[in-house]
């Protein structure tokens, strides 16, 4: 099994140039919707064609919903991916870290089961992944903090996964009028607070979120807490 790394300073697209140069390639890997209190987590992972690095590809929460629609076209017809979905049912059951794992989990595994050439690395935005109950458990696993940047693999698949997530709340939307989720995604929003107040929460809504941000003054020690891993003592960031 190889051991999972956290990697610190690395340039610009460095492990897609190293594996592209053995004719290999990589796996970029991230999620959207952690911090949100309806809905979903969604993850996504995407394989760049050899030597192939889009301009367009940067981090999805800094696009606009035009130039992310854009990308997203370049990618699904250029690039491999998966995408993991998690729903709030299980987020409640085992916490959103735990719940965002799966998601990753699932997206990898999909993309991987569909190529037929194992990549030299794994990349992931700011959280470990184990894979020592899979197939791919020999993969070296890199993590690091502002993957987005770093790495356009990761970029990609946070492109695939706010697209992908975006479209589902907005149809959430249309079944479950009233709290704008159109607008918020899910997000803790004011107006989204307030149609909670009103409506009390849906049938999307994370009710493990919803109760622990009732009993706590601050929302972000709230929001710290419920994505706390307790084993690790990580934090699984705030998208």
Not at 144 to 169: L, N, Q, T, Y
Not at 206 to 233: W, Y
Request: a neutral charge; aromatic letters at 8%; charged letters at 20%.
């Amino acid at each position: 099994m190889v051991k999972i790394r956290q990697t610190g300073n690395i340039k610009k697209n460095s492990f897609e140039i190293a594996a592209w140069q053995q004719q290999a390639f990589v796996v970029g890997i991230d999620e959207v919707g952690r911090g949100c209190l309806a809905g979903p987590v969604v993850a996504a992972a995407v394989i760049l064609p050899l030597n192939k690095a889009h301009r367009m590809l940067k981090d999805s929460k800094i696009m606009t919903a035009e130039e992310r629609e854009a990308a997203f076209g370049w990618i699904i017809n250029n690039c491999g991916y998966g995408v993991g979905i998690v729903h709030h049912r299980s987020i409640d059951k085992h916490n959103i870290y735990q719940a965002t794992l799966i998601a990753m989990k699932k997206a990898l595994v999909h993309v991987l089961e569909t190529s037929s050439q194992r990549p030299s690395a794994i990349l992931i935005d700011a959280m470990p992944l184990d894979l020592v109950d899979t197939h791919f458990n020999d993969i070296p696993v890199y993590y690091f903090s502002k993957g987005e940047a770093k790495s356009s693999s990761i970029a990609a698949a946070s492109i695939v996964a706010k697209v992908i997530r975006d479209d589902m709340m907005e149809a959430y939307d249309t079944a479950i009028p009233g709290y704008a989720l159109v607008d918020n995604k899910g997000y803790g929003t004011a107006v989204h607070k307030g149609a909670i107040k009103m409506h009390h929460y849906s049938i999307i809504h994370r009710v493990s979120f919803l109760t622990r941000l009732a009993n706590k003054e601050s929302e972000v020690e709230t929001q710290l807490e419920i994505c706390h891993d307790g084993q690790t003592g990580l934090f699984c960031g705030s998208d």
